[in-house]
């Protein structure tokens, strides 16, 4: 049965989100303006946790409108000469960047409710795809002359289940994927300023202001390098098979992945073999594979007493197979059922849809690989996927 959330699901009217829009911005000029009482509310973040507010509540035309209303706000009680809608020239360069920093988080924070709109829609749908999967097969059994196109269906199927699976993780991770996104934003912003006030000096110092010109344009690449990770994942398309780097695709994940883990004080270690060869397989199912073992590490330590570490190693045990292990220090297999982690449904989690683990079996398993869970020592547990080497392919 679906869950609905009535902040999500009800589209409120116009004068509801415009009114949210001109109220939330009042709220945060009216904090920036109170008397002194030890806070020190920077006025920038407030403005923008309006603009954020509007944006997610109504959508981008209140995120639009919030942006225009704090522009007009901050230009006349913050910027100088006070109390006036024109600037002096010095000031102008801030309010560009203010303007276009709101319009960036009005932009993030709508399309963020755009996602989540799009998960529970993708939630909806699971059901009916389990569903349409059943009929399939007793269709291949009564009707073998249509076995073929019932096949093909099949496969359309599954991969469009990998996906809702895929989106469906993505989206519970949304918060720590907004802090990667946000850390290079922030300090692009910061540096905006600094290359504003070198270039602004009565004297400009052109040398200080193109390094922080220069550090802008790394976090902004680091910040979309981020997203088309993200983009990567979100991406519907049949498997594409290429000799990949399995360490490398380690490597993406632990990156995409390691706000989640810093948010409760999880140790993410690597153990990579050097030179291990590559494999054909599809880049997009093996980062699910390893993004589901990764988040299925990272929710049985949270609870967790002690040590929190996830290990993520790689090895060539054999001239042409490869070895990958997750392993982590939580609360383990779960007693009596250590033998059903794999199966559809099966899950220990309060919000789990069960088809992680089965999803990942299914691709090792298309790769001609196997994947199987053990005890790891001294507490936790490990996942361990093996991988043909194809030689004659690399060739």
């Known amino acids: 049965m679906s869950r609905s959330d009535p902040l999500i699901t009800r589209r409120r009217p116009a004068a509801w989100r415009y009114g949210v829009a001109v109220l939330s911005v009042a709220a945060a000029l009216g904090l920036t303006r109170l008397p002194h009482t030890g806070l020190d509310l920077a006025p920038v973040g407030v403005f923008l946790c309006a603009v954020m507010f509007s944006a997610w509540f109504g959508g981008i035309g209140p995120g639009i409108t919030a942006t225009v209303l704090a522009g007009f706000a901050f230009d006349y009680f913050f910027l100088l000469p006070k109390y006036s809608f024109t600037p002096l020239p010095v000031e102008i360069p801030r309010l560009i960047v203010f303007t276009l920093a709101a319009l960036f988080v009005g932009s993030l924070s709508a399309g963020q409710r755009t996602a989540t709109e799009s998960l529970k829609g993708a939630r909806d749908e699971l059901e009916g795809t389990v569903e349409e999967l059943e009929r399939t097969n007793k269709a291949l059994q009564a009707e073998s002359a249509e076995r073929k196109q019932a096949e093909q269906a099949l496969r359309q199927a599954r991969s469009d289940l990998e996906r809702v699976s895929r989106v469906t993780t993505m989206g519970e991770l949304t918060a720590?994927?907004?802090?990667?996104?946000?850390?290079?934003?922030?300090?692009?912003?910061?540096?905006?300023?600094?290359?504003?006030?070198?270039?602004?000096?009565?004297?400009p110092d052109l040398i200080e202001a193109r390094e922080a010109a220069s550090r802008v344009v790394k976090d902004a690449t680091r910040a979309a390098e981020v997203i088309n990770r993200v983009r990567m994942l979100f991406t519907k398309g049949p498997p594409q098979r290429e000799l990949v780097d399995i360490n490398e695709i380690i490597r993406e994940m632990i990156v995409l992945l390691g706000s989640e883990a810093s948010r409760y004080s999880i140790a993410v270690r690597t153990?990579?073999?050097?030179?291990?060869?590559?494999?054909?397989?599809?880049?997009?199912?093996?980062?699910?594979?390893?993004?589901?073992?990764?988040?299925?590490?990272?929710?049985?330590?949270?609870?967790?007493?002690?040590?929190?570490e996830l290990v993520i190693s790689s090895q060539q045990t054999e001239p042409n197979e490869l070895l990958v292990s997750v392993s982590d220090s939580g609360l383990g297999l779960p007693p009596g059922h250590s033998g059903d982690v794999f199966n559809p449904f099966f899950t220990t989690k309060i919000h789990g849809t069960g088809m992680g683990l089965s999803i990942s079996r299914s691709i090792i398993e298309s790769h001609g690989g196997r994947l199987s869970a053990g005890d790891n020592t001294p507490r936790g547990a490990v996942f361990l996927f093996s991988l043909p080497t194809k030689t004659e392919a690399r060739e």
């Open 271 to 308: 153990e990579l073999a050097a030179d291990v060869p590559k494999i054909l397989g599809d880049r997009v199912q093996l980062q699910q594979v390893l993004m589901n073992l990764i988040v299925n590490g990272i929710d049985a330590m949270k609870e967790a007493d002690g040590t929190r």
């Open 176 to 203: 720590s994927l907004a802090h990667e996104v946000n850390q290079p934003i922030a300090a692009a912003v910061t540096d905006a300023n600094t290359c504003l006030r070198w270039l602004t000096r009565q004297e």
